[in-house]
């Protein structure tokens, strides 16, 4: 049997009745097939006899082995029959994000929350050691259920190949989907996936706010640290799955229903302050609704007709609302009454003139009369007058240093713990104690697991900064001094929520002083370490003390 001859009706390895071609790849054909043992439907991957991917093959699936998180297809079999070569995968029935993209750009929610899925899949793969290799629109699937499914764990890579990949490459590819999910263009500098070119400007990538009206701040912000280079604002870049799964909760929650009920959800989530800007405030062409129909394109997968996983996204134009019908006057009810004559508005407006002057003037004379009061006071040997103190909300700067009221140990996209008893040496006013980070092995950069860790400290009210300085033990760190974006009064619970105000690369041990932009007012202060010294055992940042001076 050689690659020409498995065709439809063909019973390979005597239990899989092959159907019809759905792909190939390179010479490589994908077929959809009947495991006639067990009854159910199957996608068979098929190599000519000779073909030096061969081995690729054997090997990507065992690899694909370890990826047991549901989320990804499993390989069910595979073997050589005749000299061929085949790998079983499990079939899908639903539609590829690439068709679903062929009609429009997704909403920020639906975006966010495919995007979620498929980082939290790929972070419990690259706890294993291995990389999908081939993430992209055709490999991810909406199935009839509204589940989403990643499609050719290491085997996709294998047929194109294109080599194992790396957990660096499968971030970068998410990044790639989520851009183009919101914006229904290709972050590239061709076309890819039936989709056209992102715009560039100075030959930077323009962010997905930029492309579409309408996409959500959090999410574009997100998207920049995926694929700017550098990110914008100074924002540190996410290289992980867990960061990126972290980040993307933090703004679409952690639900793994699908959202049904695309504007209510964007509605709730805007109120609950997790996703902002949601709402379309152009006319845009509704998103398409993610109803899956077949995985590799089919409209039907030969067992029952697809059904819509999701409801159409409400439309975002602003209501009209019906005119209401006429009152007794011939007005409608609801119509504003006829402004009066240019006339009238004059009279009016010299009345508060006038009103203004009189006020003007009691002021005055009674500012004069109080004075007159304290200066006989004083000369005479009376008791003085005193005026009443004046109240104001804006923070007073004294150019004194900051009370810390309390702080606390920052590590959103880890296990939410950093040696959080330590923390309080880092303001104690002892040099000796000290606050550490864990210690990291492979790379400076935390491992590439996570963006950074920190401590964020609480200044009890809002006060102006001007200057925080850290003392560091060891050689190369890198830092940020971050604040709130938004309500400086809250701790955002994700890095996302910190606004970066400056940025210090590879210091040298000792205290390092970082000025900020005038007339900064906060009560709280993160800093946030996104490189660490070299330890004997890896890396690992430490701090003995911070001050933080108004």
Same mark, same amino acid.
């Given at each position: 049997?050689?690659?020409?001859?498995?065709?439809?009706?063909?019973?390979?390895?005597?239990?899989?009745?092959?159907?019809?071609?759905?792909?190939?790849?390179?010479?490589?054909?994908?077929?959809?097939?009947?495991?006639?043992?067990?009854?159910?439907?199957?996608?068979?991957?098929?190599?000519?006899?000779?073909?030096?991917?061969?081995?690729?093959?054997?090997?990507?699936?065992?690899?694909?082995?370890?990826?047991?998180?549901?989320?990804?297809?499993?390989?069910?079999?595979?073997?050589?029959?005749?000299?061929?070569?085949?790998?079983?995968?499990?079939?899908?029935?639903?539609?590829?994000?690439?068709?679903?993209?062929?009609?429009?750009?997704?909403?920020?929610?639906?975006?966010?929350?495919?995007?979620?899925?498929?980082?939290?899949?790929?972070?419990?793969?690259?706890?294993?050691?291995?990389?999908?290799?081939?993430?992209?629109?055709?490999?991810?699937?909406?199935?009839?259920?509204?589940?989403?499914?990643?499609?050719?764990?290491?085997?996709?890579?294998?047929?194109?190949?294109?080599?194992?990949?790396?957990?660096?490459?499968?971030?970068?590819?998410?990044?790639?989907?989520?851009?183009?999910?919101?914006?229904?263009?290709?972050?590239?500098?061709?076309?890819?996936?039936?989709?056209?070119?992102?715009?560039?400007?100075?030959?930077?990538?323009?962010?997905?706010?930029?492309?579409? *009206?309408?996409?959500?701040? =959090?999410? $574009? /912000?997100?998207?920049?640290?995926?694929?700017?280079? &550098? %990110?914008?604002?100074?924002? @540190?870049?996410?290289?992980?799955?867990?960061?990126?799964?972290?980040?993307?909760?933090?703004?679409?929650?952690?639900?793994?229903?699908?959202?049904?009920?695309?504007?209510?959800?964007?509605?709730? *989530?805007?109120?609950?302050? =997790?996703? $902002? /800007?949601?709402?379309?405030?152009?006319?845009?062409? &509704? %998103?398409?609704?993610?109803? @899956?129909?077949?995985?590799?394109?089919?409209?039907?997968?030969?067992?029952?007709?697809?059904?819509?996983?999701?409801?159409?996204?409400?439309?975002?134009?602003?209501?009209?609302?019906?005119?209401?019908?006429?009152?007794?006057?011939?007005?409608?009810?609801?119509?504003?009454?006829?402004?009066?004559?240019?006339?009238?508005?004059?009279?009016?407006?010299?009345?508060?003139?006038?009103?203004?002057?009189?006020?003007?003037?009691?002021?005055?004379?009674?500012?004069?009369?109080?004075?007159?009061?304290?200066?006989?006071?004083?000369?005479?040997?009376?008791?003085?007058?005193?005026?009443?103190?004046?109240?104001?909300?804006?923070?007073?700067?004294?150019?004194?240093?900051?009370?810390?009221?309390?702080?606390?140990?920052?590590?959103?996209?880890?296990?939410?713990?950093?040696?959080?008893?330590?923390?309080?040496?880092?303001?104690?006013?002892?040099?000796?104690?000290?606050?550490?980070?864990?210690?990291?092995?492979?790379?400076?950069?935390?491992?590439?697991?996570?963006?950074?860790?920190?401590?964020?400290?609480?200044?009890?009210?809002?006060?102006?900064?001007?200057?925080?300085?850290?003392?560091?033990?060891?050689?190369?760190?890198?830092?940020?001094?971050?604040?709130?974006?938004?309500?400086?009064?809250?701790?955002?619970?994700?890095?996302?929520?910190?606004?970066?105000?400056?940025?210090?690369?590879?210091?040298?041990?000792?205290?390092?002083?970082?000025?900020?932009?005038?007339?900064?007012?906060?009560?709280?202060?993160?800093?946030?370490?996104?490189?660490?010294?070299?330890?004997?055992?890896?890396?690992?940042?430490?701090?003995?003390?911070?001050?933080?001076?108004?």
């Amino acid at each position: 049997m050689s690659n020409q001859t498995v065709s439809p009706g063909a019973l390979l390895a005597g239990r899989y009745r092959i159907a019809e071609l759905l792909a190939e790849i390179d010479g490589a054909r994908v077929w959809r097939a009947v495991d006639e043992v067990l009854s159910r439907a199957v996608v068979v991957d098929v190599l000519p006899v000779g073909d030096p991917r061969t081995n690729l093959l054997f090997d990507a699936a065992r690899q694909a082995a370890a990826a047991n998180d549901p989320r990804f297809l499993r390989v069910l079999d595979c073997d050589m029959h005749d000299g061929v070569t085949y790998c079983v995968r499990e079939w899908a029935g639903g539609r590829t994000l690439e068709r679903m993209l062929g009609s429009g750009p997704l909403t920020g929610q639906q975006a966010g929350w495919l995007a979620r899925e498929v980082s939290e899949a790929l972070e419990n793969l690259h706890r294993t050691g291995y990389a999908h290799g081939a993430i992209s629109p055709a490999t991810v699937v909406v199935t009839d259920a509204g589940a989403i499914k990643v499609v050719g764990v290491a085997t996709e890579a294998a047929l194109r190949s294109s080599g194992a990949g790396s957990p660096e490459e499968d971030v970068h590819a998410l990044g790639e989907l989520l851009f183009a999910s919101l914006t229904g263009r290709w972050p590239g500098p061709a076309p890819a996936w039936g989709l056209q070119p992102a715009p560039v400007e100075h030959g930077r990538l323009l962010s997905p706010r930029q492309v579409r *009206a309408g996409v959500p701040r =959090s999410l $574009d /912000d997100i998207s920049d640290r995926l694929l700017g280079d &550098p %990110p914008r604002h100074h924002a @540190p870049p996410i290289t992980s799955a867990a960061g990126l799964s972290a980040a993307l909760s933090g703004v679409v929650g952690s639900s793994h229903e699908p959202p049904n009920q695309m504007d209510e959800t964007v509605q709730v *989530a805007s109120q609950n302050g =997790s996703i $902002d /800007d949601a709402t379309q405030v152009v006319p845009q062409p &509704p %998103p398409p609704a993610l109803d @899956p129909q077949s995985a590799y394109g089919s409209e039907s997968n030969g067992y029952r007709p697809p059904q819509p996983a999701y409801e159409p996204a409400g439309d975002t134009r602003p209501i009209r609302r019906q005119p209401s019908p006429p009152n007794g006057n011939g007005r409608r009810r609801d119509e504003p009454k006829p402004k009066g004559s240019w006339g009238g508005r004059i009279l009016i407006l010299l009345a508060i003139l006038a009103l203004l002057s009189v006020i003007a003037m009691a002021q005055f004379l009674l500012k004069g009369a109080m004075n007159k009061d304290q200066g006989n006071g004083a000369n005479n040997g009376g008791s003085q007058t005193s005026a009443p103190p004046q109240t104001s909300t804006t923070p007073s700067s004294t150019g004194g240093k900051a009370t810390i009221a309390s702080a606390k140990d920052f590590d959103p996209d880890g296990d939410q713990v950093e040696h959080p008893k330590d923390v309080k040496n880092t303001y104690d006013g002892d040099p000796s104690t000290t606050w550490k980070t864990q210690s990291y092995r492979n790379k400076p950069n935390l491992g590439g697991l996570k963006p950074g860790v920190g401590i964020y400290y609480n200044l009890g009210a809002k006060t102006t900064v001007s200057s925080v300085a850290v003392a560091l033990v060891g050689d190369d760190t890198s830092l940020q001094i971050l604040i709130p974006d938004g309500d400086t009064t809250k701790p955002p619970s994700s890095i996302d929520g910190w606004k970066p105000l400056a940025t210090k690369e590879d210091q040298p041990e000792g205290t390092v002083n970082v000025t900020l932009p005038a007339g900064t007012q906060t009560q709280y202060v993160l800093v946030w370490l996104t490189k660490l010294p070299k330890v004997s055992d890896g890396y690992q940042g430490t701090i003995s003390e911070v001050t933080i001076q108004k």
